[in-house]
């Protein structure tokens, strides 16, 4: 192995303001082949699906994570390759597109909230409420079709006042068992010119690919201002913020992977245990069934 994979040099810590130019968009290989690789994404996954059905069985969490990353990073082909060995019963996957009129009559929060995981679940956003302070910073028209009240636009403080919402949103999810990891998948900006080529020369991935791609490659800097300012605001000890280079998919799927892992075995999570009562009952259950003709 060419490296060993320790998830704090990648998260962002609450307070830090984050600088993406020091942030590298591809790192040490932590495998040294694509057989390691194979077996070491393979354990974690294997390790992720055994502690998901106790994390299912223990029913005290919830657990979300959170995707966000621009065009060609690789969001989708990480959730279908990290969570491949997860109990479709135990995960949920969210896609987040344009809003729908009727998302466009309630607040900002409120459609992603209704897609929340339970307790004991998976909950997987592709994309997710940050969208609102991302692509609508890059592009603001979009707020004024929010229906947002005109004296709230003007008083200059919109973002402030989204990232406050979405930490006492976080905050508030955290103080009522819900987990949070969020990863920006950090793809430069040549790798994503390539990603989009193959694309483009590939029928079979014709289909990934639209001139609105590249309509927002042009906003490339605006977009990497808006990831440093939402990071830097949103990154806290309860809901952190990893930052993963991203050109080497195979070495993301391992450090991402890692991080959930982490993540779940520092829960204590365990299969509860039967008392007294319930023993008995197990057992009257068990003498009902061996007595079956």
């Known amino acids: 192995?060419?490296?060993?994979?320790?998830?704090?040099?990648?998260?962002?810590?609450?307070?830090?303001?984050?600088?993406?130019?020091?942030?590298?968009?591809?790192?040490?290989?932590?495998?040294?082949?694509k057989k390691e690789y194979h077996d070491m994404l393979q354990q974690h996954v294997a390790d992720l699906s055994e502690i998901q059905e106790v994390h299912y069985a223990d029913n005290r969490y919830a657990v979300l994570l959170v995707f966000q990353a621009m065009d060609a990073a690789g969001k989708d082909s990480m959730i279908r390759h990290v969570m491949s060995g997860v109990n479709p019963q135990g995960c949920q996957v969210y896609s987040f597109k344009h809003p729908s009129p009727q998302e466009l009559d309630h607040d900002f929060l409120w459609r992603t909230t209704c897609c929340l995981p339970e307790r004991g679940r998976i909950g997987i956003f592709n994309r997710s409420y940050y969208e609102e302070v991302l692509i609508v910073r890059v592009h603001p028209e979009i707020l004024e079709r929010q229906g947002i009240p005109e004296a709230h636009l003007k008083n200059g403080d919109v973002w402030k006042e989204r990232y406050r919402s979405i930490n006492d949103h976080e905050r508030h999810l955290y103080r009522n068992g819900t987990r949070i990891l969020k990863f920006f998948l950090h793809l430069s900006r040549e790798e994503q010119r390539r990603r989009f080529l193959e694309r483009i020369d590939n029928p079979e991935k014709n289909w990934k690919f639209s001139m609105t791609d590249i309509a927002e490659r042009a906003h490339w800097d605006e977009y990497m201002k808006a990831y440093e300012a939402c990071i830097s605001a949103t990154s806290t000890d309860h809901a952190p913020w990893y930052v993963i280079p991203a050109d080497d998919k195979k070495n993301a799927r391992l450090l991402v992977s890692r991080i959930i892992l982490d993540m779940f075995q520092g829960l204590g999570l365990r299969f509860a245990e039967a008392d007294g009562e319930r023993k008995k009952e197990l057992q009257e259950c068990r003498r009902i069934l061996c007595a079956e003709p």
């Open 1 to 33: 192995m060419n490296g060993v994979i320790s998830p704090e040099a990648y998260r962002v810590h609450e307070g830090d303001k984050l600088d993406l130019s020091r942030h590298p968009t591809i790192g040490k290989p932590v495998y040294s082949s």
